[in-house]
RNA sequence: UGACCGAUGGUGUAACUGGCAACACAUCUGAUUUUGAUUCAGAAAAGUCCAGGUUCGAGCCCUGGUCGGUCAACCA
């Protein structure tokens, strides 16, 4: 049996109509978002997917901005999906939008019209909705069904010059009331909305709906493969209508799954509200799902489209567990990120037979996994800053860190034993206390003595003091738009603890946006954007992978 | 009482298009390790929603169910 995955069925389609030379062999797909958002992980999938595929066989991208609802649409987003797409690695062929056809786009209508197959109604919202029946019940003709030819024309033009109010007419389709798919009951076509368009400006009062732009854009850039998610499915026999009706270049609608992630949301709408309600500070807070804020997180493109590789294309409804993004990330940053000590909850460890002011300095690896090993120098002496967890009064069974009498190797170090500690008048243990075993130096180690554990550390009197952001899956329920509720009445309160205290090895005051690291034993970070001179800012990528916290739960 | 779509280990995705279910993640062992990470070796885990049918043979085809999703915005 073959260890390679088969094709997924877009590219069997694919493979299939360029071999049969349908569109001449060409490849030409699109991705469309509606600049109202920023784009999330969902897109990324969706970007993949198209950009993806059409590399795949030899052919292009159109990037084209869906903006038909000016009411929704801003300039900001429109830069932010840029900056999005470009960063997760591609380059789309031409820069399109919509509203780029409005002026073709109306001369469709007109053409349907003539053919008598569109009609200007001037029933109020509430009246077509009454009308349009529900899934089981037919609908009901509206009574400005039977206009004339004539009349529509000159309404749909006086609609066009303004002269009537934000819904008091709307151009429909004449299709069939009664048709079981509910968007051929006389879909409406255009609709008046006296509003500035982010690129038209006030040129256009009236605006093409997401049926009767999406098709015609597609047939106008002659797009050969129309790819989106499922729920547009029932959309595709009025796009293949309107593309036979107006006698359009056949483009075919083809709808994958789209990706769903677990302990996130990833509507729009949901985000939006998380953003302007301010559960999270921006559409690029490191916990949202969005594009700007994975990146923020210390994700790289690399890892994300890895990700939208493994989860595979299908027809099938799906859940994601985040934790496979997790291993995505993991795995491209294991071999990346430059390893650096960082104690995010320090203890003082006072080395006893060692000099005040001692310091000498010990070589220790950037980073093992990489191609060529270089090192870099760190600082040592009497006091250092090891992790609180990193001692117990009392160990636990199977601990094998500190503890009274117990010994752990610092790394790239030497073996210190304990030989006791302090605590203050409340209870708190305020700094243990150590012997360093001289023989047992990192590298020319002949003490002969073998220690399972080994902690990170950090020299004090050299240590810079840093912020660290240590973030959570940003809900608590695996899928909350399905819960009983609001959805953000589960939010997980601890998705962002802050840690002030940090205590960093030297070269990260050096840190630069971009650079990423690993905080040996702790996780994956990146330098946050807050960062200032002299107040270096982390963020938190992922947890390393942790088997012993794992075993202790059991 | 509508139309359309879907159903394969815990989660995803495969199965040369009808030939006796594979890969990844997750899980559990063990080895290695100056990160309880990484790496390595191995294990457990579905008999393919159900019932019929066609066939020498069905996860793939047919019929009928069941369950799930989408559609009734002047959103996309």
Not at 259 to 266: D, E, Q
Not at 451 to 456: F, Q, S
Not at 529 to 551: E, I, M
Request: glycine content about 6%; charged content about 30%; some cysteine.
């Amino acid at each position: 049996m073959s260890t390679e995955k088969g094709p997924n069925f877009l590219e069997e389609i694919i493979a299939e109509d360029v071999k049969n030379g349908k569109h001449g062999g060409r490849v030409l797909t699109r991705f469309p978002p509606e600049p109202n958002g920023y784009l999330h992980i969902g897109h990324s999938k969706s970007i993949c997917v198209n950009f993806g595929l059409a590399a795949h066989f030899g052919g292009k991208t159109n990037l084209r901005f869906d903006d038909t609802n000016p009411e929704k649409e801003e300039t900001e987003y429109v830069e932010s999906i840029k900056t999005d797409i470009r960063w997760l690695g591609f380059t789309w062929a031409n820069e399109f939008y919509a509203s780029d056809y409005f002026p073709q786009l109306f001369a469709f209508a007109v053409k349907l019209i003539e053919q008598g197959l569109a009609y200007v109604d001037d029933s109020s919202p509430e009246e077509i909705a009454s009308m349009k029946g529900t899934p089981t019940e037919p609908g009901k003709d509206s009574p400005f069904r039977a206009r004339s030819v004539e009349e529509n024309l000159d309404l749909f033009t006086r609609m066009k010059n303004g002269e009537f109010r934000d819904g008091e007419k709307v151009l429909r389709a004449r299709i069939d009331m009664a048709s079981p798919n509910m968007h051929f009951r006389d879909p409406i076509l255009y609709r008046i909305k006296h509003t500035a368009h982010h690129r038209t400006g006030n040129h256009w009062c009236i605006y093409p709906m997401y049926d009767f732009a999406h098709g015609q854009s597609d047939a106008i850039e002659q797009i050969t493969h129309s790819i989106c998610t499922l729920e547009f499915e029932v959309h595709r026999p009025l796009y293949e209508w309107f593309i036979e009706k107006l006698g359009l270049y056949t483009s075919r609608q083809y709808e994958f799954a789209r990706l769903n992630l677990n302990y996130t949301v990833m509507s729009k709408r949901k985000l939006l509200q998380l953003v302007q309600e301010k559960h999270v500070s921006g559409w690029d807070d490191p916990r949202m799902p969005t594009i700007s804020g994975l990146r923020r997180r210390g994700y790289t493109p690399e890892s994300v489209r890895n990700f939208a590789e493994r989860v595979g294309v299908a027809r099938r409804e799906n859940i994601i567990d985040v934790g496979l993004l997790e291993f995505c990330v993991r795995e491209d940053l294991n071999r990346r990120a430059t390893r650096a000590m960082v104690v995010l909850d320090p203890l003082k460890l006072i080395i006893e037979n060692l000099p005040e002011g001692h310091v000498e300095h010990l070589p220790t690896e950037n980073n093992p996994e990489a191609e060529e090993k270089t090192t870099r120098e760190i600082p040592f002496g009497r006091e250092l800053w090891i992790e609180r967890d990193d001692f117990m009064e009392v160990p636990e069974k199977k601990y094998f860190r500190l503890a009274p009498g117990k010994m752990v190797r610092l790394k790239s170090a030497y073996i210190v034993e304990c030989t006791g500690f302090e605590k203050d008048a409340s209870g708190h243990i305020t700094a243990v206390l150590a012997r360093y075993i001289p023989e047992s130096k990192s590298g020319h180690d002949n003490s002969g003595l073998q220690v399972k554990g080994v902690i990170h550390w950090v020299h004090a009197p050299s240590a810079v003091p840093c912020e660290v952001r240590l973030y959570d899956r940003l809900f608590r329920v695996e899928d909350p738009s399905s819960e009983a509720g609001d959805f953000k009445d589960y939010i997980n309160p601890d998705s962002l603890t802050v840690v002030k205290g940090a205590m960093a090895e030297p070269c990260l005051n050096a840190a630069k946006p971009g650079e990423h690291f690993q905080f040996m034993r702790k996780g994956y970070f990146v330098p946050d954007a807050d960062s200032s001179a002299g107040h270096p800012v982390f963020n938190r990528t992922v947890t390393l992978k942790d088997g012993w916290g794992k075993q202790k739960e059991n």
